[in-house]
């Protein structure tokens, strides 16, 4: 992955006077996305368009520079991400265009010449990208199916801004940085905002899996893509051992698109089913050269290293593991915050921010990952939950019964047996209303909307109109309304927690921090669509998630390591940021001056909260410690964006080449 | 402090609520979770000096403030009887 970022500006200017007012910002915006790409930072200056791109070679590190232009045409783009079937894409385009080098960059170009926005349909990858089309006097922007790579823009005076990260539009002056009190409002409850809402003011993000067409002042967008979740029916017949068959074929084929690159590509291994199947698929078609990284904690109660180390023994892969301590992931997290640009509920990012670190140190600029499977393949508890409280719904005269849920939570209430009747009563919320759209949520978003009750007054008053939940459920195409309950909540789940949190705030951003980029096998849409055709019963199986993919699994894998159940990654949040462990940088940021200033928090429930978190960290409840995490991440984010730290030389570009302005600026 | 005063004041300390109604559900509208049911129980033993068995952890003696203020009076009442 690169950065790319760029602006419109009116035309007709000379090509001096275009470079003397627009040559620095697109400088300024391109080295602040530097981060994400240390291999050349370049720029062109078109006819009323500038396009930067800071760029991280993995594809024909010779030829591959961008902006790319097409001389005949004067179409030019800059890419962010991976065309992953560029080989097969060009060999259809090589009779109607002459190809100058071997970059999956120059096989979009040729595909746009040839095609248009409609191009988009035939690509495999993971991209967000900008072209300029001077045939159709439009900037076009385009991001992929699951928003893997990102995509911002905002209004300008001049008309359109657009970047990888909402810092660039804030380096090159588009936006002045705000928060959007919405946009947080929306992340405490629903862990991230609602597209195209961002934590920034006056700060968009394109729909992942959509176009959009600036012209003439006016920006349309459009979705080219969408999965249909609802579609395996009882008529549906699909042979259990022909759909495993195939799914391993598709598996396979996903693994090994994924693998192209002209550098090393390695795995995260997180030691559960998924990450652990990808690395087993990946060595092998590798031939037994995978090199595997790994976080494992100091804190035994979120390791997993003993899984991770016997998955990587029994592959033989080499392999690195990074040991996180409180300590490390408090220090941390005001760098991960400002990577990240949004307000988090949970410190899991900053131990991705240092694996990534790691990795870069070690050379890989490509790693592999498991996300994704549990979307698609229903792993989450979210799911079962979802099925448990269905069933509870669909007979009310039956006794409930709480098994399953115990089954589900064995860690939840120190209450003893009797508590059933309680634990019915909580996970029973929203039973009399199964029809609608969040019913599968209800529960999460509960816990996690207790973040607001730590807001100040004044932030309650001016968020007052808006209902998190409301506008999201206003965001989903009217047909998923009507879908069964388990179609809606994995709709649900790509929709908040995958594109806008895991692949954001600990995805793209944590990775492409250190310039290393992650690609995701089970996030190839043939995939997703083929899991999308399988029969519930085919993925959650009574309350046994993935079951598909654990029988497919079993090709590659000993069938010990494959019945291991998943562990949810997660790491520690309380102790980090409330015990005696707790950074220097709290003390700024949980001071009731700095808590006041940014405006968001109530000064003395933050100080209520964290006396109550360091007296009992042990029992600290699940929305307590989100709430702390809210809390410090939203003045991070304050600091980072609207105190002083954007001046310092750290979004002004890093080390990596200097940025240079094509030559050829003047010509289209 | 009145047993329902005492009960609505930690409540509101312990879980950060501000406002809730006398008969509104804890559990169903998230006010207290699971979790928090937990908290709520240790505290009423100990101020109250009452003792709540396993059967006695019900929605219908704990899942409003009307009804945990039944519950304790009775339980109160009976232990002083």
Redesign the interface.
């Known amino acids: 992955m690169c950065g790319i970022a760029g602006f419109t500006f009116p035309r007709g200017l000379q090509a001096e006077a275009r470079r003397a007012r627009f040559g620095e910002p697109l400088r300024r915006m391109t080295q602040a996305l530097g981060h994400r790409g240390p291999d050349g930072r370049r720029g062109v200056l078109l006819d009323g368009v500038g396009l930067g791109h800071s760029r991280l070679a993995i594809v024909d590190v010779e030829g591959g520079r961008q902006p790319m232009r097409d001389g005949a045409t004067g179409v030019t783009l800059v890419l962010n991400g991976e065309i992953f079937n560029h080989v097969e894409l060009r060999e259809r385009l090589e009779r109607a265009y002459r190809f100058r080098t071997r970059s999956d960059t120059e096989v979009l170009l040729a595909a746009w010449i040839a095609r248009g926005a409609a191009c988009i349909d035939d690509l495999n990858g993971q991209f967000a990208f900008a072209v300029w089309d001077p045939r159709s006097r439009a900037l076009w922007l385009a991001r992929d199916r699951v928003g893997i790579a990102p995509l911002f823009y905002a209004e300008t005076e001049h008309g359109l801004a657009f970047a990888s990260e909402a810092k660039a539009l804030f380096a090159g002056g588009c936006v002045r940085p705000a928060l959007d009190l919405g946009g947080l409002k929306e992340t405490f409850q629903l862990w991230a905002p609602v597209a195209p809402h961002t934590c920034f003011e006056g700060v968009r993000q394109l729909l992942p899996r959509s176009v959009a067409c600036f012209r003439d002042g006016r920006l349309e967008v459009r979705r080219y893509w969408d999965l249909d979740l609802d579609q395996a029916t009882s008529a549906d017949r699909l042979d259990e051992e022909r759909g495993e068959g195939e799914l391993a074929e598709r598996l396979e084929q996903a693994v090994r698109l994924r693998l192209r690159a002209d550098v090393p590509v390695a795995a995260y291994l997180s030691g559960g089913l998924d990450s652990s199947l990808v690395c087993a698929i990946a060595n092998r078609l590798l031939r037994g050269t995978l090199s595997t990284y790994s976080v494992a904690f100091a804190d035994a109660r979120y390791d997993e290293r003993i899984h991770q180390e016997s998955m990587a023994s029994h592959l033989g892969t080499r392999h690195h593991v990074l040991e996180m301590r409180d300590e490390g992931t408090g220090a941390l997290l005001p760098d991960a915050v400002a990577h990240a640009e949004q307000a988090l509920l949970r410190s899991a990012p900053a131990p991705f921010f240092a694996l990534s670190a790691l990795v870069q140190e070690r050379g890989v600029k490509v790693v592999l990952t498991g996300e994704g499977a549990d979307e698609a393949f229903l792993g989450y508890d979210l799911f079962k939950e979802t099925k448990v409280r269905q069933f509870w719904a669909r007979s009310p005269a039956a006794k409930w019964r709480a098994a399953p849920l115990r089954r589900l939570y064995p860690s939840?209430?120190?209450?003893?047996?009797?508590?059933a009747?309680?634990?019915q009563?909580?996970y029973?919320?929203g039973l009399d209303r199964p029809e609608r759209a969040d019913f599968s949520h209800l529960i999460r978003w509960?816990?996690s909307?207790?973040v607001l009750?730590?807001c100040s007054a004044e932030f309650a008053a001016r968020t007052a109109s808006v209902d998190p939940v409301a506008r999201l459920l206003a965001s989903i195409p009217p047909r998923v309304h009507g879908w069964r309950p388990l179609a809606r909540a994995q709709y649900l789940e790509m929709e908040t927690l995958l594109s806008g949190y895991l692949l954001s705030a600990q995805g793209d951003r944590m990775q492409l921090a250190h310039a290393v980029e992650a690609r995701f096998p089970f996030l190839d849409h043939h995939v997703l669509e083929f899991a999308a055709r399988l029969p519930d019963r085919l993925k959650l199986r009574g309350l046994r998630e993935k079951d598909i993919l654990r029988r497919c699994a079993e090709r590659w894998l000993p069938r010990a390591l494959v019945a291991r159940a998943k562990f949810p990654y997660r790491a520690p949040v309380a102790g980090v940021l409330a015990g005696p462990a707790a950074p220097e940088w709290t003390r700024e940021a949980f001071s009731p001056e700095a808590l006041r200033q940014v405006g968001v928090f109530d000064a003395d429930?933050v100080r209520?909260?964290r006396a109550?978190l360091a007296a009992l960290p042990a029992s600290a409840?699940?929305?307590d410690a989100m709430?702390l995490m809210a809390v410090a991440s939203t003045q991070l984010l304050a600091q980072a964006f609207l105190g002083q730290r954007l001046a310092r030389p750290r979004w002004e570009g890093g080390p990596g080449e200097e940025f240079v302005l094509e030559p050829e600026a003047g010509a289209a | 402090m009145s047993t329902r005063e005492l009960i609505r004041a930690f409540i509101v300390e312990a879980f950060f609520v501000d406002e809730f109604g006398d008969h509104e559900s804890f559990l169903r509208t998230g006010i207290v979770d699971s979790m928090g049911m937990a908290q709520l129980v240790a505290f009423l033993e100990e101020t109250f000096r009452i003792s709540v068995a396993d059967g006695e952890l019900l929605p219908e003696n704990l899942d409003s403030l009307e009804r945990v203020t039944a519950f304790v009076e009775r339980k109160v009442s009976r232990s002083a009887a």
């Open positions: 939840l209430p120190a209450l003893g047996e009797g508590s009747a309680l634990l009563q909580f029973g919320m509960s816990t909307g207790r009750r730590f429930k209520r909260l109550k409840s699940e929305s709430a």
